[in-house]
């Protein structure tokens, strides 16, 4: 289990994560929404340990994250971040294959290529193999960026043990085909044990495929339970400041949400504003 | 049928890692050779049968002593060291260079770029124009080895500088060291200009011949010193490989594939600066090899750093020894600063790779 007990995050005088609680067990898919500037990334950085909280813990299976060698950590905890940039041509097969750095010294062998192209042809990427990273689109290499990460967490898949895959808007850059495709494919891997937590921008994926939805508002946690229970139409407008209207999907029987904001109009008082303050 | 797809994706990646292999190998071969020429090279010509058969007679291979006793001192004392430390001082400038280019993520990055070099231009210019004037029990005990001493405080301490100023609570700041680098160059050219407007004409010319570099005061001795120094980068910088690798897609990144990231980029940074402070202190300031040789290589065999690393150990070397033939034969038995050769050689080849690139595939 990861945990967050009781987290705050400071930067300068500003609070990015107020005394946030958060579980995150093994075999549960974990969507993390909230508007712009809410803290998602901030938290998912705590979480990973890249920042630390000036007060508050975060704990892997009982132990303090600090306190967990990093390549024991990496075997068990993968992360993809927002839009990776690699400086250098490295093709993308050679970049998935990075995945498996923490699984073997000095040169991959011959199982850890075929690992890397079995997760690129489960993100379908793998006629994309020779190419060169730089020259990938956004959406492919979110792809690719993904199969690396798949590839890191293979043993622990395959073994069905514990493992952690924190995704920071994975998605973003996808076409809706292949959102569906992957999300349906991180949905299963959840029946392997495997612990998903992942900020979206899309509710709607959210409500689909999460298990459980965790809302950030100014730091803070907002709500926090399943689509069902935290998608209501009071609630989620008030979370993004945005007015919606919540149905039933036709075919899935979750939650759908459509925005009523603004059709056709601009933003109200806030240019009127501007223009008094600059009068 | 589809594992069979994938078998010929796999199969498209091998040539790339195939080909890096033979590339090392050549490049290796091609350096032994051109080792065992160019100290044959000189006013006194020995031709490379010979040269084999006076180092299989010192190896106690053969008892045939065919050549010349004079041939075997020149040889030894003369050509020997100078090749060895050309190709010491290529293999640890390029070495360098792309750990360098790794660790700031950015192809431009150079050892230079961290304040090596100026820090020990910088007291070099102090050691040649002010202390050379003033006759200190210490300095007068120094005597020709006082402006190598020099230098190689000099280029360490400026590293030490820039990367305490670019570090906090034990992390390091890349990007801050490398404006640290920039701010520490200038203030070192700074202070360099005013030793130029302080000496006299001679020490102008000393000054201006050492920031373009030479091997021409080559002697075992004074390998001996920096051997370890130079050694140690060529060595254990190539072990790191795997870490800058991933050290490429982000800080973060490698640390979520469990790099130590804080412990490389300290090794990196200890070892840049020490064995570029060492080249400097025997070379003088011998730019462009750092830079271009893991260019060269990242576009001819990738960026794969296991590959790159050992590939520019050998390349800088070979290199810079060429270089160093030129240098002492063009104008002989005058001999042209090294610097201009490295230059003059390297920057049209860089060029032409640039271009050929760009039109290729748009990326370096």
Known sequence: ?279 | MSTLVQWFYVWRTVPRFMSSIWVLLILTLVLGWVMVLSVGIGAVNIPPSAVLAIFAHLLGFSTETGHQPVQEAILLTIRLPRVVLAVLVGAALAVSGAAMQGLFRNPLADPGLIGVSSGAALATAIAMVVLSQITLPVITYLGPALVPMAAFAGGTMATVLVYTLATRNGQTQVTTMLLAGIAVNALAGAIIGFMIFLADDDQLRDLTFWTLGSLGGAMWSSIWIVLPFLLAAILILPALSRGLNTILLGEAEARHLGVRVELLKKTIIVFVGLAVGAAVSVSGMIGFVGLVVPHILRLWIGPDHRFLMPGSAVLGGLLLLVSDLLARTLAAPAELPIGVITAAAGAPFFLWLLLRNRDQEGYL
């Open chain 1, 1 to 279: 289990m990861l945990e967050a007990r009781d987290i705050t995050v400071q930067i300068g005088d500003k609070t990015l994560v107020d005394r946030v609680n958060l579980k995150l067990e093994p075999g549960s898919f974990c969507a993390v929404l909230g508007k712009n500037g809410a803290g998602k990334s901030t938290l998912l950085k705590t979480l990973t340990g890249d920042i630390h909280p000036i007060s508050g813990q975060v704990c892997m299976e009982g132990t303090l994250l600090s306190h967990i060698k990093p390549l024991t950590l990496a075997r068990k905890r993968a992360v993809m971040m927002q839009n990776t940039q690699l400086p250098f041509a490295f093709t993308a097969f050679e970049v998935v294959l990075m995945g498996r750095t923490p699984h073997t010294r000095g040169f991959e062998t011959h199982d850890d290529r075929r690992i890397a192209m079995s997760c690129m042809a489960e993100t379908g990427v793998d006629h994309l193999a020779s190419r060169s990273y730089p020259t990938l689109s956004g959406g492919e290499k979110q792809r690719v960026q993904l199969a690396r990460i798949l590839a890191q967490l293979h043993d622990a898949i395959e073994n069905a043990d514990p493992c952690y895959l924190l995704l920071d808007e994975p998605l973003s850059s996808l076409d809706m085909s292949h959102q569906h495709t992957l999300m349906h494919h991180i949905r299963r891997l959840t029946q392997r044990n495997v612990a998903v937590l992942m900020i979206l921008h899309d509710l709607n994926l959210a409500a689909q495929y999460a298990d459980e939805v965790t809302i950030l508002k100014d730091g803070r946690l907002y709500a926090l339970g399943t689509p069902d229970e935290v998608f209501r139409p009071e609630l989620i407008g008030d979370a993004f400041d945005c007015p919606v209207h919540i149905l039933r999907h036709p075919e899935f029987d979750c939650p759908l949400v459509i925005s009523t904001a603004l059709h056709g109009k601009t933003m109200p008082s806030t240019g009127n504003r501007v223009a008094a303050a600059v009068r």
